[in-house]
């Protein structure tokens, strides 16, 4: 969880207006997120967490991930 905000969400903030932006952490936080969801550690945490978890996937400009990311979202918010 960690390993995603810090590559997902930090990069946004300490690059803002800049194309590192996303360019050099997006591939890296995508795939800790895509792993994570494949070994079903997103089961294991609160809500709110989850929210951050799947960013990396709502971000992303593929649009398999966009729908997947919906997917989670939806299935969140029905947990919830």
């Known amino acids: 969880m ?6 997902d969400q930090f990069p946004r903030t300490i690059f803002r ?8 952490f997006d591939p890296l ?3 800790l997120c895509l792993d994570g969801l494949a070994a ?4 294991e945490l609160r809500p ?3 929210v951050f978890f799947y960013l ?3 971000h992303s400009e593929d649009l398999e991930h966009q729908e ?4 989670l979202y939806q299935k969140l918010a029905a947990d919830v």
Not at 18 to 23: E, P, V, W, Y
Not at 68 to 71: A, D, N, P, Q
Request: hydrophobic share 45%.
């Open 29 to 31: 936080a995508r795939a």
């Open 68 to 71: 997947r990311s919906v997917e």
């Open 2 to 7: 960690a390993l995603i905000l810090a590559t």
């Open 40 to 43: 079903g550690m997103d089961r």
């Open 17 to 24: 207006d800049s194309g590192d932006a996303f360019l050099r």
């Open 48 to 50: 709110i967490q989850r």
């Open 56 to 58: 990396p996937l709502e």
